[in-house]
Each structure stands twice: as C-alpha cells, then as structure tokens.
C-alpha cells in the first residue's frame, strides 16, 4: 500500500446501502484505517485486475495522448479541416 499522504484531488462519490456494506465489510476483514483507505484500496485492486497500472510520479496526462504531437503541442500529420464539418466548403 502507498504511504503518500500527498493526496491533491478529492473525488466523492455515492453508493446504495449494499455497496457501502461491501465497503466496510471489506474494511474490517482488511484491518483498513478507514473507510477511504479502503474505496482507494479496492480502487488500486479494481484497476489492476483489468490489467491498469497507476501512472509514476511526474508523469503528464499529455504522455497519454493518442495523437503524435510535435514539440510544439502540434499534432503531426492532421490536416486543418475544422471539426464539426464535413471539409466543405459553401
């Protein structure tokens, strides 16, 4: 488990009364701090059965990106159709 408390975002979230039983039945068979320990723990065990990884540290949601871009933020090869339109022209 990770022992960073640098936690930056807040995500709140609701669920029916069975889900928070699974939750906290969860929570006391884990000896879990509390019950967000426990959400962020399922959470990292969710995400890693379907074969997702947590990003390292420093890592930008732009190293993600499904277009190639170039080093000015450009994207390599599009063309500069508006979006929205059929390319054309009235």
């Not at 006391?28 to 959400?39: D, G, H, L, N, T």
């Not at 990292?44 to 997702?52: D, F, M, Q």
């Amino acid at each position: 488990m990770n022992a960073d408390l640098t936690r930056g975002e807040r995500l709140q979230i609701m669920l029916s009364p069975e889900e928070l039983a699974a939750v906290d039945d969860f929570r006391f068979k884990q000896r879990m701090p509390s019950r967000a320990a426990a959400v962020r723990e399922l959470f990292r065990l969710g995400l890693a059965a379907v074969g997702i990884k947590p990003a390292e540290q420093g890592t930008k949601s732009s190293d993600y990106g499904v277009f190639a871009t170039g080093p000015d933020g450009s994207q390599k090869g599009s063309d500069s159709q508006p979006s929205g339109g059929n390319g054309k022209k009235r």
